[in-house]
């Protein structure tokens, strides 16, 4: 009876360590376009608003390409495009000299730059720390994050997908921090969840037997 009990906990153990262990850094290939532009002055303005309505977006992007690495950008102190984007220790596939050396924003929401970055994926629900604005999309239509306006500080916003094509906007504007970390999670397979299922039937039969 003993060895059932500690055999039911083992299977759940095992099934909570699948689900949960292999929460991440989002990681793979991606594309980005890269919009540069005047943000409009004050922080209610439409081209500081991470969204798809942002006007930069009908702009000539500084750079459109493949990016092959980990989304978890971070200024380390300098204020340029292409220093942000590869602070993760990607790599960008496309030219990149539009945007080498390039200003990635200055105070009071003026001179401003939008990342549209593009990818597929599976189920997951995950965390994305930010600073400025986010929104995040998935197939085009449905809105998993809105968190479009500048923000003061690091700011973390949640979000849970089924699964498809994923459009992620974000915006720098208001000058250093800038940051861009994106935590994602597997949503359990059914194999898991039966599983854990099985675990929990056989602890509950082992505590019927004790009864």
């Given at each position: 009876?003993?060895?059932l009990?500690?055999?039911?906990f ?6 909570l360590?699948?689900g949960?262990a292999?929460a991440?850094?989002?990681t ?16 209610g ?24 690495g ?8 300098i204020?340029?495009?292409l ?16 945007i ?23 189920a ?88």
């Amino acid at each position: 009876m003993m060895f059932l009990k500690k055999l039911a906990f083992v299977v759940i153990a095992m099934t909570l360590t699948l689900g949960v262990a292999q929460a991440t850094t989002l990681t793979g290939t991606f594309n980005i376009d890269v919009y540069y532009g005047q943000g409009g002055g004050n922080s209610g303005a439409a081209g500081v608003q991470a969204n798809l309505a942002n006007p930069l977006l009908t702009t000539t992007a500084l750079y459109s390409g493949g990016y092959t690495g980990d989304i978890d950008f971070a200024d380390g102190g300098i204020n340029e495009i292409l220093f942000f984007l590869e602070s993760a220790g990607g790599t960008l596939l496309a030219d990149t000299t539009g945007i080498a050396g390039h200003l990635m924003s200055s105070g009071s929401f003026t001179d401003t730059t939008v990342l549209d970055i593009t990818w597929s994926g599976p189920a997951s629900f995950g965390e994305i720390t930010h600073d400025d604005g986010v929104s995040l999309y998935l197939n085009g239509s449905t809105t998993l994050v809105n968190s479009a306006a500048p923000t003061s500080v690091d700011t973390s916003s949640f979000y849970t997908a089924v699964g498809g094509d994923y459009q992620l906007i974000y915006v720098a504007c208001n000058g250093l921090p800038e940051v861009l970390k994106v935590d994602s999670n597997p949503v359990p397979e059914p194999a898991t969840m039966m599983l854990l299922g099985l675990g929990l039937l056989g602890l509950a039969g082992v505590s019927r037997k004790k009864s």
